[in-house]
């Protein structure tokens, strides 16, 4: 693994120039973000925000939801990966928020980890992007850059996860998740990384930069 310094001085560089970076998942309220982040698991954020532009016009309440019902769901989100799946857990999800929570999405960890479909990686995404929690959450991007760049070699998300937690301030932990997740997205993706833009090459010893 760097040393502290060094994965603090990459962070410097992400928050020098994006200080305020922004979930790509549309949403208006925490119920819709909760929908699709579950949605997202192993889909694209563009695929998801295609399909819920149209059901969260008519569906972004648990209790709406419910009355949509899992047929109707199914066809709003037939284009994203694994939608079968998705849709019986986002219909008991939101039954679940209607019996337990008063049909609000709960604001800690133990309560959204309980709710159907929803892991730690989701949890952490809610808890950040909506209740403004110094959480952080490891998806594919995010654990592939973090052994790239050699933050950190654990072999599960929970263990990069922890890696990270041990070494970034609360202000880098909160925007961490959503730098590393853009920077892999957009400048250092999986196939073919464009190190012509990257703003942290300097730091880089992988095997396939390209420069």
Not at 17 to 32: Q, S
Not at 67 to 73: A, K, P, T
Not at 165 to 173: A, E, I, Q, R, T
Request: contains cysteine.
């Amino acid at each position: 693994m760097r040393s502290k310094k060094e994965i603090l001085d990459i962070m410097a560089v992400f928050d020098k120039l994006d200080p305020n970076p922004r979930c790509e998942l549309n949403f208006h309220n925490a119920y819709t973000l909760l929908v699709a982040v579950v949605l997202s698991a192993q889909s694209t954020d563009k695929g998801v925000n295609r399909a819920t532009e149209s059901l969260f016009k008519i569906a972004d309440t648990p209790q709406k939801m419910l009355s949509l019902g899992l047929e109707n769901l199914k066809s709003y989100i037939k284009t994203i990966g694994l939608y079968n799946n998705k849709a019986k857990s986002i219909i008991a999800l939101s039954q679940e928020l209607v019996e337990k929570y008063n049909s609000e999405v709960p604001a800690n960890r133990e309560a959204l980890e309980k709710l159907s479909g929803v892991g730690r990686k989701t949890a952490n995404v809610v808890l950040n992007v909506w209740f403004n929690q110094p959480t952080l959450a490891v998806d594919t991007h995010v654990f592939r850059i973090a052994h790239r760049l050699d933050f950190s070699q654990g072999k599960t998300p929970l263990e990069v996860e922890k890696d990270l937690l041990s070494v970034l301030p609360d202000n880098y932990v909160k925007n961490a998740n959503h730098w590393l997740v853009l920077f892999g997205r957009y400048i250092c993706k999986a196939q073919k990384p464009d190190c012509d833009k990257c703003p942290i090459k300097e730091f880089c010893h992988s095997a396939d930069k390209r420069i």
